[in-house]
């Protein structure tokens, strides 16, 4: 079978330092917050608080994950500005077709195929490119929502803001991750629970997939 | 141990003695104070003019209202002692506890960057010394001690003496403050307040975010579930007809 290159090696780096970090950050992050803002309530809270030797402990932690995070990007621009470039050029361009591909998409989802026609739903989705438009609006997503929480975690980290402001940073730190959270269920699913995407989950290890699946999903791939 | 401030305001004679020695003894920047001491103008023209000078600080409050407004849990109450303290290296000083506390007794170090109030002096109290306030008070209007241990000068005092705890309206923050007999003024305190940013995550943007993830979840959940238990036949057709 035909195979066809999609990700290079520092792409898939990238992505697996990325994943490993924000998981990390995510957790411990979680554990920064109290009361009625804790996502899994004070006794988690409280636990990893202990593990990371206290409150500030943990929060020194989250910083230093932070640096490392912002380290992998920096460092994976640095040496492929080229790919960086033309990824955040594809992720934000959005296509004739892409809209009517991001409606139609759910409830094929939900029902599948058969069931979707056959309750009436439009089945036939448009061509996409190197990107599906899902994949493109978590790019979207995930970067804006990255940049908001690097700005507002270094305006809190070093306090180099009115105190007002660091008000709001925490506010919008919490929206920012929560949004993160949301598209990152949505993209752990398609590719550990959709068996037609498992040529994707394969080519973020071995860099590339099979010619019919890129064919398939990525018609307008070239 | 119960720690507590048992204030005579009546032997108060606005020296500022108290003021000076605690930013000494704390280094508070310039215009900053951990303490205060609020006037109450005589009135001349009454028989009994009656001003009065009355000293404060941070009131280590059994229901501090600054606690619930810290997102990070810098601020909290020691129940053993009922001290309510700052965790320096878990404050980011956004400023939320600043409005919180009905009376004012926080700010923002600008150097350090994190919210800055009284703790009794605890880095004296380590070293056996009492906080900077009580001892330098020239009239001991200001006593400090363990209420809990009926020897010490603030149990003594206290004893079953009348006394004033000042609350805003409405507000039962419980100091540890105790003033004997009576004080005055007590009307400055304020209405504590959450600052928009903080009321506006935990009212929309905290229920809001999670309200977003269950539904994302649910409808995932639902989705895996027609892929694990329908099998309808799709499976053969994906190759076709998906993108």
Not at chain 1, 56 to 80: D, E, K, T
Not at chain 1, 154 to 172: D, H, N, R, S
Not at chain 1, 180 to 207: C, I, N
Not at chain 2, 195 to 218: E, N, Q
């Amino acid at each position: 079978m035909n195979k066809r290159m999609r990700h290079s090696l520092a792409d898939r780096c990238m992505h697996w330092g990325n994943a490993l970090l924000w998981l990390l950050l995510f957790f411990s992050g979680a554990g920064l917050l109290q009361g009625g803002l804790a996502p899994f309530g004070d006794g988690y809270t409280a636990a990893v608080r202990k593990l990371a030797g206290g409150g500030s402990g943990l929060l020194r932690l989250h910083i230093i994950l932070g640096c490392v995070w912002m380290g992998i990007f920096s460092l994976y621009i640095a040496l492929n500005a080229k790919s960086a470039a033309s990824f955040l050029r594809e992720i934000f361009s959005v296509r004739p077709g892409d809209l009517i591909w991001l409606r139609r998409k759910p409830a094929i989802m939900l029902l599948g195929e058969h069931r979707a026609a056959a309750l009436g739903f439009e089945t036939k989705l448009p061509p996409q490119g190197f990107y599906n438009m899902g994949q493109k609006a978590f790019g979207m997503l995930s970067v804006t929502a990255g940049v908001t929480l690097v700005a507002t975690g270094l305006i809190m980290a070093t306090g180099f803001a009115p105190p007002g402001f660091a008000g709001w940073c925490v506010t919008i730190h919490y929206i920012a991750c929560g949004l993160t959270l949301a598209g990152l269920l949505v993209h752990l699913y398609m590719t550990l629970a959709v068996p037609e995407e498992r040529p994707g989950l394969k080519s973020m290890f071995s860099g590339s997939v099979p010619e019919d699946y890129a064919k398939h999903h990525h018609a307008n791939w070239e | 141990m119960k720690l507590a401030m048992v204030i005579d305001s009546s032997r108060c004679v606005d020296c500022k003695a108290c003021m000076i020695s605690c930013s000494t003894a704390n280094e508070t920047p310039p215009g900053r104070h951990r303490n205060w001491i609020k006037t109450k103008p005589p009135e001349y023209s009454a028989a009994r003019p009656g001003g009065h000078f009355q000293p404060g600080a941070c009131m280590h409050c059994e229901y501090p209202t600054c606690v619930p407004a810290c997102p990070s849990g810098a601020t909290w109450r020691k129940t053993e002692t009922g001290e309510v303290l700052i965790d320096e290296g878990l404050c980011i000083g956004c400023g939320n506890c600043v409005p919180a506390c009905p009376y004012g007794a926080r700010y923002i170090h600008g150097k350090r960057r994190v919210a800055d109030k009284c703790d009794y002096c605890a880095s004296r109290r380590v070293q056996g010394l009492e906080p900077a306030c009580v001892g330098t008070c020239l009239t001991k209007a200001r006593v400090f001690g363990d209420l809990d241990d009926p020897g010490s000068e603030a149990a003594k005092r206290l004893g079953k003496a009348k006394f004033v705890q000042l609350e805003y309206p409405g507000v039962a923050t419980r100091p540890a403050m105790f003033y004997v007999k009576e004080t005055a003024p007590d009307n400055w305190m304020r209405k504590p307040e959450a600052p928009a940013s903080l009321r506006f995550l935990s009212d929309f943007a905290a229920p809001g975010v999670k309200t977003l993830v269950g539904l994302v979840g649910f409808g995932l959940l639902a989705a895996l579930a027609r892929v694990l238990l329908l099998k309808d036949g799709d499976a053969k057709q994906q190759g076709g007809a998906h993108e």
